[in-house]
């Protein structure tokens, strides 16, 4: 079955630099979900979009944007890197259901590096 | 706000035994989900079991099954029959039951160590 898909899977910048993370949701998944894991952390939720509209905000630092395409996939733009920003990036998706419990699916995640 | 909280930062069992990993929550709303994922090392997040605050019966998968307590705000998660292929992070997670775009709220996970 097809997963979500990130890419790049790595990237290593330098600080104050800006990165941009894209997400490939599962095929008829209409949200996208995106979270931070700093290193022994648990996942942070930055923000969310439901049929390309922001859904759910969470703790999305201002220097971040992102948003979602009309083919359903995401970018997370992250601008002025700075060293506490180095973690996992997950893109999740989740589509109508069964039960409309809209089941998050996570993808193998991007794994930034702020030097 | 809503809180979840693992008290257990790690754990270890006996291959082939049992094991029951604790999770309490805090929230004032009266629906919504609650899941357990697992991250093995390869930090991949795997959604191992699932359950609606609003349905009474325990929530099963194979070799995995929860003690769910509304009242207490318990959601327990039991691996029975622990295989080498356990071993990972494993996080509970809560979410709105309206908020089917919301994020979810992790607790800060624990860690299971499975002795060969």
């Known amino acids: 079955a097809a997963g979500v898909i990130q890419s790049p899977r790595h990237l290593i910048k330098e600080k104050r630099e800006t990165a941009t993370l894209k997400c490939y949701p599962i095929?008829?998944?209409?949200?996208v979900y995106w979270y931070q894991q700093g290193p022994g952390q648990d996942p942070q939720f930055l923000i969310s979009?439901?049929?390309?509209?922001?859904?759910d905000k969470g703790s999305i630092p201002d220097r971040f944007s992102a948003q979602q395409f009309s083919d359903y996939h995401s970018e997370l733009n992250m601008s002025s890197l700075e060293l506490g920003d180095s973690a996992l990036y997950f893109c999740?998706?989740?589509?109508?259901?069964?039960?409309?419990?809209?089941?998050?699916?996570f993808g193998p995640g991007t794994r930034l590096t702020v030097l | 706000a809503q809180t979840v909280t693992q008290s257990q930062p790690e754990m270890s069992v006996q291959e082939a035994e049992t094991v029951t990993l604790s999770c309490t929550y805090d929230?004032?709303?009266?629906?919504?989900?609650l899941f357990w994922y697992k991250q093995p090392p390869s930090r991949q997040m795997i959604l191992v079991i699932r359950?609606?605050?609003?349905?009474?019966q325990n929530a099963t998968e194979n070799r995995f099954s929860v003690n769910f307590q509304k009242a207490a705000k318990s959601f327990s998660l039991k691996i029975s029959d622990s295989q080498l292929g356990d071993a990972a992070m494993y996080f509970c997670?809560?979410?709105?039951f309206g908020g089917g775009a919301d994020g979810l709220t992790f607790g800060k996970g624990t860690h299971l160590i499975i002795q060969p």
């Open positions: 997670a809560y979410r709105s």
């Open positions: 359950q609606e605050a609003y349905k009474q």
């Open positions: 999740a998706s989740s589509g109508p259901g069964l039960a409309g419990v809209r089941e998050q699916f």
């Open positions: 095929p008829r998944h209409d949200t």
């Open positions: 929230t004032s709303e009266s629906d919504y989900y």
């Open positions: 979009f439901y049929e390309k509209m922001q859904s």
